[in-house]
């Protein structure tokens, strides 16, 4: 088991370099998160036909926190793996920041499209490279730290629901309500 360095956190994570990182990442997800209340609460969103296990906002914001906060203290247990050997995972370090904020961001720009753009196809496409690029993270967290990357596969699963939401919209609505056709 881990002991949490509270003096390691303190430099790495809260030091004065990462503000501006920290910044970013939590204006992303208050962004997402306006994009998401005002798109649930649109006229759009009450006419298009939604999947009957679409659970409800309610339901969704409680297995999201639950979700992000399993997640996150996968990543803080695989980033005290990364530590005890710095020079070493210097790549997967690195790997891990950037597709996290990658992933972030791909999020914030599906809840864009999907819920204020109206452009479920494109959205959709979005959602299948922040998957894609999830799962790349999650494999490599399994050979850093196996708990910490179990913790990170109930973030994929959280992900791979909300691709079959967006296909699920997609397929089941008319062009004038999904935006672009998307055609393979």
């Known amino acids: ?3 949490i360095s509270f ?6 994570f809260l030091g004065i ?9 939590v204006f992303i997800y208050l962004l997402t998160i306006y994009f998401a209340n005002v798109g649930i609460n649109s006229k759009w969103y009450e006419l298009i036909k939604r999947p009957s296990w679409e659970p409800g906002w309610i339901v ?19 980033f005290e793996n990364i530590y005890d050997n710095p020079e070493e995972n ?8 950037i597709s996290i904020t990658l992933v972030t961001g791909i999020l914030g720009i599906w809840t864009y499209l999907f819920y204020i753009a ?3 196809g494109i959205a959709t496409i979005f959602l299948i490279l922040g998957f894609a690029l999830y799962f790349a993270v999650v494999v490599l967290l399994l050979r850093v730290n196996l708990f910490a990357g179990l913790l990170n596969i109930l973030y994929l699963l959280w992900l791979g629901y909300y ?22």
């Open 1 to 3: 088991m881990s002991t």
């Open 7 to 12: 003096k390691k956190i303190q430099e790495e």
């Open 17 to 25: 370099r990462w503000i501006g990182y920290y910044v970013l990442l």
């Open 60 to 78: 969704i914001t409680v297995v999201a926190l639950i979700v992000y906060s399993l997640s996150f203290y996968g990543l803080f247990l695989a």
């Open 90 to 97: 210097k790549e997967v370090y690195s790997f891990f920041m």
């Open 118 to 120: 109206h452009q479920i």
């Open 163 to 184: 691709l079959a939401f967006s296909i699920w919209i997609y397929i089941n609505n008319p062009q004038s309500l999904r935006g672009i056709t998307i055609t393979f």
